[in-house]
C-alpha cells in the first residue's frame, strides 16, 4: 500500500468515527427527550469533544494530501466529500447537545410528547442517521436515495406537529413556555435530518460524480 493509499483509508477511518460519535449523540438527545436513561454530562461532553478533534483531523488529512500528492477524479471527490461530510457530522453533534440542554426547560414535557406523538418523529431521526453513516460505508445507491423520502417526512411530521402545538399554545397558556421550547427541539431534529441528507448529497456526489439537490427525489 502506497503512502498515499494509507492517507486515504486514514481519511475513510476518521469518517467513520465522526460518524459514529454523531449517531451516539443523536441516539443520547432522542433518550433524554423520551426520559429514558442518559449517559452522564461528562460522558455527552467528551464524546463532543472528540467530534472536534475529528474535524479537525480530518481537515489536517486533507490538506496534508493535498499538499503532498495530486489526488484526481475519483480520489478528489471523495476528498472534497470527507471535508463537507466532517462539518455536517459536527453541526449534528451541536445540535443534539443543543436538544439535551433545552430538554430540562420542558416541564410538560410527557402530556405534550405523548399528545402529539412527537416520540415517532424522534425515533425516525435515529433510523435516518444510521442510514446515513450506513450510505457512506456501502457507498450503495439505493441506501443514498433513501435517505432524502425520511428527510422529507421528518420535516412533513415537524411542520404539522409545530402548528399543532402552536394551537395549544393559543388554547392553554399554561404550556406557552415548555411548548416553545419543544418546538426548539423540533427544529433541532428537523435540521439533524437536513444535515443527512446534505450527507447523503456529498456520498452520491463521491460515488457517481454528479451533484444532485435532494429536492429532486421529492416526489419519489
Given at each position: 500500500m502506497t503512502h498515499f493509499e494509507i492517507e486515504l483509508d486514514k481519511l475513510k477511518n476518521v469518517i467513520q468515527k465522526i460518524g459514529a460519535l454523531a449517531e451516539n449523540q443523536v441516539n443520547e438527545s432522542v433518550k433524554a427527550l423520551l426520559s429514558e436513561p442518559v449517559a452522564e454530562g461528562k460522558e455527552v461532553k467528551k464524546i463532543e469533544s472528540k467530534i472536534d478533534k475529528l474535524d479537525v483531523k480530518i481537515d489536517e488529512i486533507c490538506q496534508r494530501i493535498f499538499a503532498l500528492q495530486?489526488?484526481?477524479?475519483s480520489d478528489l471527490r471523495f476528498i472534497m466529500a470527507s471535508l463537507q461530510i466532517?462539518?455536517?457530522?459536527e453541526?449534528?453533534?451541536?445540535?443534539?447537545?443543543?436538544?439535551?440542554?433545552?430538554?430540562k426547560s420542558i416541564k410538560e414535557k410527557h402530556d405534550l410528547i405523548a399528545k402529539f406523538d412527537i416520540?415517532?418523529?424522534?425515533?425516525?431521526?435515529?433510523?435516518?442517521m444510521v442510514k446515513t453513516n450506513e450510505c457512506f460505508l456501502t457507498r450503495d445507491s439505493e441506501v443514498i436515495l433513501s435517505v432524502f423520502p425520511l428527510n422529507y417526512a421528518i420535516k412533513a411530521k415537524v411542520d404539522e406537529v409545530i402548528g399543532a402545538i402552536i394551537n395549544e399554545m393559543k388554547s392553554n397558556s399554561k404550556v406557552v413556555v415548555s411548548g416553545t421550547n419543544l418546538?426548539?427541539?423540533?427544529k433541532h431534529l428537523?435540521?439533524?435530518s437536513e444535515h443527512c441528507s446534505n450527507i447523503a448529497e456529498y456520498v452520491y456526489f463521491m460515488v457517481?460524480?454528479?451533484?444532485?439537490?435532494?429536492e429532486k427525489f421529492e416526489d419519489k
Amino acid at each position: 500500500m502506497t503512502h498515499f493509499e494509507i492517507e486515504l483509508d486514514k481519511l475513510k477511518n476518521v469518517i467513520q468515527k465522526i460518524g459514529a460519535l454523531a449517531e451516539n449523540q443523536v441516539n443520547e438527545s432522542v433518550k433524554a427527550l423520551l426520559s429514558e436513561p442518559v449517559a452522564e454530562g461528562k460522558e455527552v461532553k467528551k464524546i463532543e469533544s472528540k467530534i472536534d478533534k475529528l474535524d479537525v483531523k480530518i481537515d489536517e488529512i486533507c490538506q496534508r494530501i493535498f499538499a503532498l500528492q495530486q489526488p484526481v477524479a475519483s480520489d478528489l471527490r471523495f476528498i472534497m466529500a470527507s471535508l463537507q461530510i466532517s462539518n455536517e457530522m459536527e453541526r449534528i453533534g451541536d445540535l443534539a447537545i443543543s436538544i439535551i440542554k433545552k430538554n430540562k426547560s420542558i416541564k410538560e414535557k410527557h402530556d405534550l410528547i405523548a399528545k402529539f406523538d412527537i416520540a415517532t418523529i424522534a425515533r425516525e431521526v435515529e433510523v435516518v442517521m444510521v442510514k446515513t453513516n450506513e450510505c457512506f460505508l456501502t457507498r450503495d445507491s439505493e441506501v443514498i436515495l433513501s435517505v432524502f423520502p425520511l428527510n422529507y417526512a421528518i420535516k412533513a411530521k415537524v411542520d404539522e406537529v409545530i402548528g399543532a402545538i402552536i394551537n395549544e399554545m393559543k388554547s392553554n397558556s399554561k404550556v406557552v413556555v415548555s411548548g416553545t421550547n419543544l418546538v426548539l427541539v423540533l427544529k433541532h431534529l428537523e435540521r439533524i435530518s437536513e444535515h443527512c441528507s446534505n450527507i447523503a448529497e456529498y456520498v452520491y456526489f463521491m460515488v457517481h460524480a454528479k451533484i444532485i439537490k435532494h429536492e429532486k427525489f421529492e416526489d419519489k
